[in-house]
């Protein structure tokens, strides 16, 4: 590990006789962002070499002093590190260009919460602002807030998944040094609303398959996820190199998920095969060419022609897995592991409505012999 003992302000000579200041850190220290071991930090300022009068003498002592103030905090930030001080300059960092920065390694939700924070503090916040004040106040503007790219307010469910991916940040923060408080202790969390959302019948699945689609990529990649449940991020994302055998026999997908990161085994039947056009020689992106938001319109005509009047989204594709795969007997413990839920709390709640089976366990208590 590295870990920076002295800091100590150098100049480097410029071909327009000026000298450049530069901090050398020694033995330099290891940036948490990229990882990388920084030795010089370059700071913008420049010096003359001769002063040649007065006026440039000024310059030059003016720029020194700023310089050597530089010098001194970055100084008092390694001092704090060293001995677990709080460093009171991260407090005045810009929170949302931190935030803005992190999207990248987080799914598409984030990207959602940061907006509509960024439109609550219209566009700027310091660490400083951040307390438990601060953040009940957004808690209650994502209960009333409108949509970012339609019309109407965002749903209860909507701002609970909002809020907790936002808690979820405050503890990164936290834990990384950024803000003084674990803001999260704090808060409380927004509650969902139990809604019964659509999913495909059997004989609508049939129905959609046999039904064409404007974009024939969008119909097999919509009847993949049916079949292996497989998120639409996934789905984008799947390669021909990720369909491998499986060790019961057969092929399976094995994956990174998009969403947590985690790794999912899942395999694949001889028709899902089939239907995508499996060679074990193809390369590259198996639906190449799809578009997220064909998702939206195009899907949408497709599923309306075949006579479907439910309101379905691509989610809805994987909640008809295990709404389906439960309806034919199959164990919550195996859908679980086949969606790759960390809780079975969430497999549970997209299998609350098995209409057949309920109606056949209803049958099994009874008064006559």
Not at 75 to 95: A, P, T
Not at 154 to 167: H, K, L
Not at 217 to 235: E, G, P, Q, V, Y
Not at 278 to 288: D, P, Q, T
């Amino acid at each position: 590990m590295h870990e920076c003992k002295t800091v100590t302000l150098r100049t480097r000579p410029l071909k327009n006789k000026m000298l450049s200041f530069y901090l050398d850190y020694y033995p330099g220290y290891r940036d948490k962002e990229t990882m990388k071991v920084i030795r010089h930090e370059s700071l913008g300022i420049y010096i003359y070499v001769n002063p040649k009068n007065k006026r440039e003498q000024n310059f030059n002592d003016v720029m020194t002093e700023k310089a050597e103030a530089i010098r001194c905090r970055r100084f008092e930030s390694v001092v704090n590190e060293r001995y677990d001080f709080f460093d009171k300059y991260k407090l005045k960092g810009d929170f949302l260009e931190y935030y803005r920065s992190q999207l990248r390694k987080h799914d598409p939700k984030w990207e959602f919460v940061y907006l509509h924070f960024k439109n609550f503090v219209h566009g700027k916040c310091t660490f400083e602002e951040i307390d438990i004040d601060l953040c009940n106040k957004f808690r209650e503007y994502l209960l009333n807030v409108k949509k970012l790219r339609r019309n109407g307010r965002i749903s209860q469910n909507s701002a609970s998944g909002y809020w907790s991916t936002f808690r979820g940040f405050l503890k990164i923060l936290y834990r990384n040094g950024l803000i003084k408080t674990n803001v999260n202790d704090f808060l409380d969390k927004i509650g969902t609303e139990d809604v019964v959302k659509d999913y495909l019948s059997v004989e609508e699945l049939y129905k959609l398959a046999e039904t064409p689609c404007k974009k024939p990529i969008l119909k097999t990649a919509s009847l993949f996820s049916c079949m292996t449940s497989l998120r639409i991020s996934d789905i984008l994302a799947l390669r021909w190199e990720d369909i491998v055998d499986y060790s019961a026999g057969g092929k399976c997908v094995h994956i990174i998920t998009q969403k947590n990161k985690a790794e999912d085994i899942i395999p694949i039947s001889d028709e899902a095969l089939e239907l995508i056009g499996y060679k074990s020689e193809k390369k590259g992106l198996v639906f190449k060419g799809l578009m997220r938001c064909w998702t939206q319109t195009p899907m949408k005509e497709w599923i309306h022609s075949a006579g479907i009047n439910k309101n379905i989204t691509f989610h809805s594709y994987r909640r008809t897995f295990a709404t389906l795969q439960a309806a034919a007997g199959t164990d919550i413990r195996t859908i679980q592991s086949m969606m790759a839920h960390k809780s079975i709390t969430t497999t549970q709640r997209y299998m609350k409505v098995v209409d057949s089976n309920k109606r056949e366990a209803c049958k099994k208590i009874t008064l006559t012999r």
